[in-house]
């Protein structure tokens, strides 16, 4: 596994002064990338898109459902005999009747429970941000260097400074994941810059 130290900019611009400034500074072109970071769940790591196989917020849809259909029955079922009493109507339609209303109050009781995260009145958060978007600029770095590369993003304007171990290949950081809680470098790096 490969040191690296990453920093996070705002445009292509200011990262690309970032990286020249790093070359200024002794590090070589083949330990310095630059590339986008994408907006939370816009990381396509699943084939059908998103970050997850599945939405947190729609965990407690299948509980609201199975409330809902029982909900709906009944509600169904009285408006269903209540036809029945009042229009001579067939039996068929007091079951037509508890059918539709279960079906309905599925629905209802399930989109409630995935708007409301399952508790009413709570909101519960679809994932925390660990990374924020923006322009990475990754340099693979030695134990002795780090901190002065931390210290040239730092003053380049670089965001969100870190440090990661993780495969450096072919001149990039060949194993980064956008979905990994970054380790935080600046605290490190003041004390020693």
């Keep these: 596994m490969s040191l690296i130290v990453a920093a996070r900019f705002t445009t292509f611009p200011a990262a690309e002064d970032a990286a020249q400034k790093l070359f200024n500074s002794g590090f070589v072109e083949e330990d310095v990338t630059l590339f986008f970071v994408n ?19 729609a ?54 429970r995935t708007r409301e995260g399952g508790h009413v009145g709570h909101h519960v958060p679809f994932h925390q941000e660990l990374r924020d978007s923006g322009v990475l600029v990754a340099v693979h770095v030695s134990p002795d260097n780090q901190f002065d590369a931390a210290r040239v993003l730092r003053e380049a304007g670089g965001a969100a400074i870190e440090r990661a171990s993780g495969r450096w290949q072919q001149g990039r950081w060949a194993d980064f994941d956008p979905r990994r809680t970054p380790e935080p470098l600046n605290e490190f790096s003041e004390k020693h810059a």
């Design 39 to 57: 907006p939370r769940g816009q990381h396509a790591r699943y084939p059908i898109g998103g970050d997850t196989a599945t939405d947190s917020a």
């Design 59 to 112: 965990k407690e849809a299948p509980k609201g459902a199975g409330m809902g259909v029982t909900i709906g029955a009944v509600v169904g079922a009285v408006v269903g005999v209540a036809i029945f009493a009042t229009f001579s109507a067939p039996l068929l339609v007091s079951l037509i009747a508890a059918g539709v209303g279960a079906y309905v109050g599925s629905l209802v009781g399930a989109m409630a």
